[in-house]
T-cell receptor, first 115, second 116 residues
Framework: AQTVTQSQPEMSVQEAETVTLSCTYDTSENNYYLFWYKQPPSRQMILVIRQEAYKQQNATENRFSVNFQKAAKSFSLKISDSQLGDTAMYFCAFMKETGAQKLVFGQGTRLTINP | NAGVMQNPRHLVRRRGQEARLRCSPMKGHSHVYWYRQLPEEGLKFMVYLQKENIIDESGMPKERFSAEFPKEGPSILRIQQVVRGDSAAYFC??????????????FGPGTRLTVL
């Protein structure tokens, strides 16, 4: 079974700083997808970024980028020029490429951006 | 382009009552997933459905919980004889994946169930 671990329960940075959230996972699969979802106080789950395991290039979406290290089974999220609206819970998630299409989530990191 | 819709957003039930949670997937999506989030925890998979078919219910409790996705209408997650431990946020997600091939799941706003 796959597991996802987020070792930082809480983080706090000043506005405009850069912050990196950690995620590690365990799987015997070779092909899979990794995701970061954001859950602001409204509790809506919002997709931030997606990475296909077969791609060597790290995914980027505006101020959000990932550092995907397949051999180390590590998938960290970097937020540049952080904004107050980035305050939220961030969840790392894993999904196999074929077969069971369920997302396996980590425990989450509560990120606070301070003015 | 409407996203995933869930209703009600908040539901209060007394112990022993039934709870019905509804989910309408995004336009063009035919796959629906239900997840449960207990307070201060991540989401846990419950069930994966296509129209008129349950694909994977490995995360759903064997008793009191059932799910359906009829040919017409929304997907329904039904909890019979609710207990306090059922209090949680229930999220629905949808994707346009072909069966057996993964695709990104987009989430609805969730239904917060409170059992008194």
């Amino acid at each position: 079974a796959q597991t996802v671990t987020q070792s930082q329960p809480e983080m706090s940075v000043q506005e405009a700083e850069t912050v990196t959230l950690s995620c590690t996972y365990d799987t015997s699969e070779n092909n899979y997808y990794l995701f970061w979802y954001k859950q602001p106080p409204s509790r809506q789950m919002i997709l931030v970024i997606r990475q296909e395991a077969y791609k060597q290039q790290n995914a980027t979406e505006n101020r959000f980028s990932v550092n995907f290290q397949k051999a180390a089974k590590s998938f960290s999220l970097k937020i540049s020029d952080s904004q107050l609206g980035d305050t939220a819970m961030y969840f790392c998630a894993f999904m196999k490429e074929t077969g069971a299409q369920k997302l396996v989530f980590g425990q989450g990191t509560r990120l606070t951006i301070n003015p | 382009n409407a996203g995933v819709m869930q209703n009600p957003r908040h539901l209060v039930r007394r112990r022993g009552q039934e709870a019905r949670l509804r989910c309408s997937p995004m336009k063009g999506h035919s796959h629906v997933y239900w997840y449960r989030q207990l307070p201060e925890e991540g989401l846990k998979f419950m069930v994966y459905l296509q129209k008129e078919n349950i694909i994977d219910e490995s995360g759903m409790p064997k008793e009191r919980f059932s799910a359906e996705f009829p040919k017409e209408g929304p997907s329904i997650l039904r909890i019979q004889q609710v207990v306090r431990g059922d209090s949680a946020a229930y999220f629905c997600a949808s994707s346009r994946a072909r069966q057996g091939v993964a695709d990104t799941q987009y989430f609805g706003p969730g239904t917060r169930l409170t059992v008194l």
